[in-house]
């Protein structure tokens, strides 16, 4: 599960919060007096990650995980490496087989990070409804 606020300083009393610890929310934010959010960054615990950004370039996965302050390669998610288990990276529900730091983030782009066993179904696209 990717955790709510990441790339958010959420100790800066400038950034709201609301809801309980199974379905918190950050944000909220109107001004802050020192920066407070990353151009990545999650709000909730959806897996919806936000690329907001003034330059126009896309960003990348490993630029999240940068932020989030995890371990990413081919072998490797945080503390799950090979050949303990398996990691396997989807891009909209294809296979992807290259280094996953250079996965563009996109509008709607569906990624799935699958640590262990695959699951029946990886998703194609988010379900937005």
């Not at 199974?22 to 007096?33: D, P, R, V």
């Not at 950004?53 to 996965?61: A, C, G, I, K």
Request: with cysteine; proline share 8%.
């Amino acid at each position: 599960m990717v955790p709510a606020g990441i790339g958010i300083d959420i100790r800066n009393r400038d950034v709201g919060s609301q809801g309980s610890s199974a379905s918190l929310f950050y944000g909220l934010i109107n001004t802050c007096s020192r920066p407070c959010i990353s151009p990545l960054h999650t709000h909730d615990t959806s897996g919806i990650m936000h690329t907001e950004t003034s330059t126009p370039r896309p960003n990348t996965l490993g630029q999240f995980f940068t932020e989030w302050n995890r371990k990413l390669s081919s072998r490797c998610v945080a503390s799950y490496c090979a050949p303990h288990t398996t990691v396997a990276f989807y891009v909209d529900g294809k296979r992807f087989k290259g280094n996953p730091r250079t996965i563009l983030l996109a509008n709607h782009r569906e990624i799935a990070v699958v640590i262990g066993k695959p699951p029946r179904y990886i998703p194609v696209a988010y379900n937005w409804g």
